[in-house]
């Protein structure tokens, strides 16, 4: 498959002007295939969230480069790279970080109106996408009425409404039992990958990377 990102040489460093620095990714390098999964495992404290996040342009790095869908981000302009997350990356977080006062419906339907989607388009993706895994009948349901896979499917969802390129995992399955953490796992791929997304999902379970294409492992901000 063509290659959709290609990381080169990332560099992140936190506290650069104390006395004792954290360097959260040394010299990271990969790349992702569309319709491609890969799993990046390793300890708390490795920098996992920090190379998925700059990876996302939730960051920017001290150095080295990320070509994304052909678009260098280096070089794009901050509203060039707000407009990719909101319309080819999607974020799956481990806590699914649903609104409480918003019901499930709203909750999808959030990023297809920040996008500039009507509100009928909106809704009418977010039922769609719901009912693909299996709480279309949840939507007008506010997210304390749903059980922790439920809520994680609901933000799983929600990062994917959009049919981004790229979908950005971190932690997805954490706070789930091992049944509900296989079956988010599996949809995460079908519904991503059937549109060609590549998926990188940083996770501390090992076993997740079974049913990636590929793993890769960070300890200390270096990638093995």
Known sequence: MPELLRAAGLRKTFGAWSTSPVYAVREASLSLSQAEVVVITGPSGSGKTTLLSLLGTLLTPDGGTIVFDG???????QDERR???????????????????????QNVALVPRAAGRS??????????????VGLGARGDEYPQALSAGEAQRVALVRALVMRPRLVLADEPTAHLDRASGLGVMAELRTLATEGGAGVLVVTHDPQLAAGADRALRLEDGVLL
């Open 71 to 77: 678009i260098d981000l280096g070089r794009a302009s």
């Open 83 to 105: 407009a990719l997350r909101l319309r080819r990356i999607g974020f799956v977080f481990q806590r699914g970080l649903l609104l409480g006062h918003l019901t499930v419906r």
């Open 119 to 132: 509100r009928h388009e909106a809704q009418a993706l977010a039922n769609e996408l719901l009912g693909r």
